[in-house]
């Protein structure tokens, strides 16, 4: 399956944003999905995941309450809602797509995309 993630940008502390990842080229309801991030100088760590059908999701600790992962099976999209952003949330972030029941390691991951910048300012 290919990933293409979008909606990251420049928004200030406090401030929401929605990113979005649409799938192809594969049956989306036979992948559990997830979003990493990826700071400058630190390694990617798991930020969300969802079951294949929506009905179970995981959550860092560090954006729990603070960010939801859903997903549209009939559009094959992911989506993160993340609102009340801090500047440590700042990273590039990336969707990732697993046949587990759900993906919490990077190296579980059978498809990646490609990344989507999102900064936080103070």
């Known amino acids: 399956v290919q990933l293409q993630a979008s909606g990251g940008g420049l928004v200030q502390a406090g401030g929401s944003l929605r990113l979005s990842c649409a799938a192809s080229?594969?049956?989306?309801?036979?992948?559990?999905m997830g979003w990493f991030r990826q700071a400058p100088g630190k390694e990617r760590e798991f930020v969300t995941t969802?079951?294949?059908?929506?009905?179970?999701?995981l959550y860092a600790d560090s954006v729990k309450g603070r960010f939801t992962i859903s997903r549209d099976n009939a559009k094959n999209t992911v989506y993160l809602q993340m609102n009340n952003l801090k500047p440590e949330d700042t990273a590039v972030y990336y969707c990732?797509?697993?046949?587990?029941?759900?993906?919490?390691?990077?190296?579980?991951?059978?498809?990646w995309g490609q990344g989507t910048l999102v900064t936080v300012s103070s």
């Open positions: 990732a797509a697993a046949r587990s029941g759900l993906v919490v390691y990077t190296t579980t991951v059978d498809s």
């Open positions: 080229g594969g049956t989306f309801s036979s992948y559990a």
């Open positions: 969802i079951s294949r059908g929506g009905g179970s999701t």
